[in-house]
């Protein structure tokens, strides 16, 4: 289980996480939604250990050596190939890459190289790759965003697996579609804060929320002008 105590996050004089307390299960997914700007991406970096925070972050293990981060848009480096990016990655935990071509699950044309990669590409290679280093916890930032329909159907499945096999799986997405589908707990953080919590067969409630808080003064305001 991953314990989250009173984390705060700030850049310079601009507070982003403001006293986060949160708890995620093995086998369970949980969706954190929230509007650009709210902080879920600032928390996925906390919790993967890419950013220093205050407050406590608990694991039974060293928990940035078995979580597995993928970002909305993946960084590759300069003439790295699809296949020595996978290497890579293996390497990095000790793990011998072997039978690649069976592991390309979404037919990456693993000779190219990687920065050539479309938008989507880039997102599949990526997560083809953290789960050959046979992570414990997964967080997936935006994973469906500039996919095609069927790897976005494939993506899910895979999600589903890693639930089934004890994984602990966090979610951030704008489609609430793919959210219902899959996570058992969606978190809704507003402004730093997480402004409410439903389980399964609820999260109608946060939608309902997220509309009346953003969507009702949006169109009020576009009214005023039109």
Excluded at 74 to 83: E, H
Excluded at 151 to 178: R, V, W
Excluded at 197 to 202: F, I, L, Q, S, V
């Amino acid at each position: 289980m991953i314990s989250i105590n009173s984390l705060h996050k700030s850049y310079g004089k601009q507070a982003v996480l403001n006293g986060i307390n949160l708890t995620f299960e093995p086998g369970k997914i949980y969706g954190i939604v929230g509007e650009n700007g709210a902080g879920k991406t600032t928390l996925f970096k906390c919790i993967s250990g890419l950013e220093p925070f205050q407050g406590a972050i608990n694991y039974p293990e060293v928990l940035k050596d078995v979580c597995g981060f993928l970002p909305t848009n993946p960084f590759f480096f300069s003439k790295i190939t699809g296949q020595e990016y996978l290497q890579l990655l293996c390497n990095a935990r000790k793990i011998k890459l072997e039978a690649v071509a069976e592991k390309n699950m979404f037919n990456l044309p693993l000779h190219r190289y990687a920065e050539t990669y479309s938008t989507g590409m880039k997102k599949k290679l990526a997560l083809t790759g953290m789960l050959l280093q046979q992570n414990q916890v997964f967080i997936l930032d935006e994973p469906f965003n500039g996919v095609d329909i069927q790897s976005n159907m494939l993506i899910q499945e895979i999600i589903k697996h890693l639930k089934n096999q004890g994984k602990i799986i966090l979610i951030a997405s704008h489609i609430f579609a793919s959210l219902n589908a899959l996570c058992d707990v969606l978190h809704f953080i507003q402004n730093g804060y997480i402004a409410n919590t439903a389980t399964r067969g609820d999260f109608k409630q946060i939608e309902q929320q997220m509309s009346q808080n953003f969507l009702n003064d949006k169109v009020e305001q576009f009214k005023s002008w039109l």
